[in-house]
């Protein structure tokens, strides 16, 4: 089959202008590395669609953006998730993606990827690449805590609780917690005053660095994360970054999205 290839990035999304720096790194990433293929995105937080809609700035929900890139021509399209875990929205996408597919008349060949923390090789190659990029050096007696917003979904809760696992197993220093959910703020800072930490780095697991990291996790609110951390006598070093700007993570994406692409190719 001939035609055009494309890309179709999915993300969560942020109505946050500060973090969408993320985003815009990794477009440059796929540009760099997929000269000439198609980028596009979308957002699968229907909530998120909605805040940005009222503000005039419409983002296509995941099947009206595969039937455009069909009407532009374009025939083959890696759909890459940057979504952590395997829950709601991550469902909602792959079930998109499966009806556009099943409908009549459709010619583009779409492959869905997998979530980056249920792939293990994935997961423990993003950690690595957090904890290069720390702006210090961890000893024994600091941690490093990953705060990701966790998940009432049974599925995604267990796939985050099995990267929490991965965390230990790849360095003792990670911690990941999670704002709903276990391991939450309280449970980190018991375990940490356990075991006698003194220092903190405070990290987003989070696509982009958006209101949750500047307020909720990073924040001067009651009960952020740094507030209790900090009030419990630990030093608190907020890293405001999301995995979209670690170049580390990024890589793990654009591998993603050549073996999407070379699975499209098989299929015409």
């Known amino acids: ?152 979904d049974p599925q995604a809760a267990k796939t985050l609780e099995a990267a929490a696992q991965q965390c230990r197993r790849v360095d003792p220093r990670l911690i990941l917690g999670m704002m709903i959910g276990s391991p939450g703020v309280d449970d980190v800072v018991r375990d940490c005053l356990a075991a006698g930490v003194k220092k903190v780095w405070l990290l987003p697991c989070m696509v982009v660095a958006g209101y949750s990291m500047r307020e909720d996790i990073a924040g001067p609110g009651e009960r952020s994360w740094a507030t209790v951390l900090t009030r419990a006598g630990v030093e608190t070093l907020p890293v405001i970054r999301g995995l979209g700007e670690v170049a580390g993570v990024v890589d793990i994406w654009m591998d993603q999205a050549e073996w999407l692409l070379a699975k499209a190719m098989e299929r015409g």
Not at 72 to 81: D, F, K, L, Q
Request: overall charge positive; some cysteine.
């Open 1 to 152: 089959m001939s035609g055009r290839t494309g890309i179709l990035f999915a993300a969560p999304g942020t109505t946050c202008p500060a973090a969408l720096g993320a985003y815009d790194q990794i477009s440059r990433a796929a540009a760099s590395r997929f000269p000439g293929v198609e980028l596009r995105w979308i957002y699968t937080s229907a909530g998120i669609r909605n805040k940005l809609a009222a503000q005039g700035l419409p983002v296509k929900r995941p099947a009206e953006a595969l039937t455009a890139m069909q009407a532009e021509g374009i025939a083959r399209v890696a759909v890459v998730s940057l979504h952590l875990s395997d829950g709601m929205e991550f469902g909602e996408l792959a079930a998109a993606v499966d009806a556009f597919l099943r409908q009549p008349g459709t010619t583009m060949k779409a492959v869905l990827g997998h979530t980056l923390m249920t792939c293990e090789a994935d997961w423990r190659r993003a950690l690595g690449a957090l904890l290069a990029g720390l702006p210090g050096t961890p000893n024994d007696r600091e941690r490093v805590i990953l705060v990701a917003h966790g998940s009432h």
